[in-house]
């Protein structure tokens, strides 16, 4: 398989891409692998933490732009002609998801940079919480240099993540950057040699499955929710303002007799919308309270306290 999946007995994934002789890029088929991998990793309760890395002198450099715009333009008039939503499992969001772009996974994620890591390997990156790279590695949005546009996520992602000077230099100058010099800018969490690569990335891990997996995965959901809260705003208003337009049309087609009928809609859409809207404090409160009803927030209080290692049960 050109995208490897391992899991271990110790609750890590680790994610390969495989396809050195095209520099790990990937064609329709790889997106789509890629793709399945993240679902497997994030549907499995016994999966608590992914590495992901490459094979050869790269990490992951994005599209196959010789195989891939072919392919996915010949899906998109399939589908389009066909009325269909996919095809023989192809999706046409399968580039967007497989690099996390709109992705919610609230299970850790380490990239073990292992070489180039441009084009969709930054878009990538953006949604990946610890990276460690090698020094070897090299890192550019390249877009811009081929007239292209970044549109996987990291044009609003990088900007959030790191100092907006170092991101307009990634995003601007479309320059290749060393790992110590990606390192220093706030891109990397560490630069290890390259046969340390992935002992590092499962030292980080093991660290994090140490901790209960459900808090865990509670703070990283409390984090991006709080730094990309205008999305979550922005889209319940939305469904907000396409319901009620339905309600207000569904009333104008009935006449007078549906104006009592559309106010009600309009009142539960409205209705709806305040409890959806959160802030960030909101849903934290939210969160923290669903975790200290677990088991596991039981068990680690116990264990302390009878001073010995607490036994997860990610329940």
């Known amino acids: ?51 992901i890395t490459g094979v050869g002198d790269a990490f992951f450099t994005g599209a196959d732009l010789k195989r891939y715009i072919p392919e996915i333009t010949k899906l998109q008039k399939q ?71 970044a549109g996987g996520g990291t044009t609003v992602r990088l900007p959030r993540q790191i100092p907006w000077p170092q991101a307009m230099e990634f995003l601007l100058c479309a320059d290749l950057i060393p790992a110590q010099r990606a390192f220093e800018m706030g891109l990397l969490n560490a630069v290890v040699p390259r046969d340390e690569l992935l002992d590092t990335a499962y030292e980080l891990a093991r660290r994090m499955t140490a901790n209960a997996p459900l808090a865990v995965q509670a703070t990283k959901q409390s984090a991006l929710q709080g730094l990309y809260h205008d999305e979550d705003t922005t889209r319940a208003l939305r469904e907000a303002v396409k319901s009620l337009a339905e309600v207000l049309q569904h009333a104008e087609a009935a006449g007078p007799d549906g104006q009592s009928s559309a106010l009600k809609g ?41 001073k010995r290692k607490p036994n997860w049960q990610a329940r």
């Not at 899991?7 to 002789?21: A, C, F, G, S």
């Not at 460690?132 to 546009?149: N, Y």
């Not at 305040?274 to 680690?300: C, H, N």
């Open 1 to 51: 398989m050109p995208i490897h999946y391992e899991k271990n007995d110790e609750h890590i994934v680790l994610i390969t891409i495989d396809r050195p002789d095209a520099r790990n890029s990937a064609d329709m088929e790889h997106f789509k692998l890629l793709r399945e991998a993240w679902e497997r990793f994030n549907d499995d309760p016994d999966a608590w933490v992914a590495i």
């Open 79 to 149: 589908i389009a002609d066909e009325g269909l939503t996919e095809i023989n499992g192809y999706r046409l969001d399968d580039g967007t998801r497989a690099v996390l772009r709109n992705v919610p996974i609230y299970k850790p994620i380490i990239a073990a940079v292992n070489g180039f890591c441009t084009a969709g390997g930054m878009e990538m990156l953006g949604g990946i919480d610890l990276r460690i790279a090698c020094p070897e590695a090299k890192f550019a949005v390249m877009e811009p240099k081929r007239g292209l546009f």
């Open 266 to 306: 309009a009142i539960e859409v409205l209705d709806g919308l305040t409890k959806e809207l959160r802030t960030p404090f909101e849903k934290e409160s939210r969160i923290s309270s669903r975790i200290f009803q677990t088991e596991d927030a039981k068990e680690g209080p116990k264990a302390f306290a009878e």
